[in-house]
């Protein structure tokens, strides 16, 4: 065996000697500490520093569009898009800040420079892409859904509808014969139709299947196809993170984590 390196045979010495005591031993035993205090620090400041190297990518959402987005008991943006963000910042090899956007500015707030990415169930159409790009969808295409007071029949579609502002589902209204009734939050729409303002509320069916069934409150009539799928919007001309993005999604595609999202948040909805 060939000769041991002084501070190990130190050590040995220490812990071997019967007549070692505590005047002699501890001295050592501070300075080892001492040591390993240091290299700890040392590998926490490397991790954060290799962390501060990594690009900051602020996505703004609602939080107010469950279970898509939506703010947790305990304040924290949460929902399916918050998971999926969380992943593709990590796949992409950033860092993940999340901002609470009303929905209305959320698309001039995004030119604006406020934040980098919009997650927040944005569906693609032609309209929206004359402003931003979408990444590659991480949603198919959903049906909207009718949601009524019990017993309200399809004449009810002609009446007047409640529907958040600026939605794809306020632009299919247009010119439709109904009487479209504008909200902030889709919440907002669902809340006067319990109190009789508007006759029906058209949204995504799976943010008004929480209230289909309570409050006599229940599905009218079928569904419709409105606009495209769902995708994360960003600037024209933030190419390489719309690069690093789509990249992701393709990546949970094909591992099948995104559709596992998607059963475990969307229960019995298509995935990829």
Known sequence: MGVQPAAFRDMGWLANREDRNLETGLPFMRAMARLGAGLLAAAIAASAAWSQDKPLVRIGTEGAYEPYNFIAENGRIDGFERELGDRLCALAAVRCEWMKND???????????????????????????????????????????????????????????????????????????????????????????????????????EFLVKFAGHDNLEFVAGDVLIGGGIAAGLRREDTELRARFDAAISTLKQDGSLNAMIDKWFPGAKGF
């Open 103 to 205: 929905w209305e500015t959320i698309i001039p707030n995004l030119v604006a420079r406020r934040y980098d990415v919009i997650m927040a169930a944005m569906s693609v159409t032609e309209e929206r892409r004359r402003t931003l790009e979408f990444s590659q969808d991480y949603l198919p295409p959903s049906p909207s859904a009718w949601l009524g007071r019990k017993g309200a029949t399809a004449d009810a579609l002609k009446g007047r509808v409640g529907v958040q502002a600026q939605t794809v589902q306020a632009a299919y209204l247009e010119g439709s014969g109904a009487t479209p009734v504008a909200f902030p939050t889709a919440d907002a729409a669902v809340d006067a139709l319990r109190a009789g303002s508007v006759d029906v509320v058209l949204a995504d069916r």
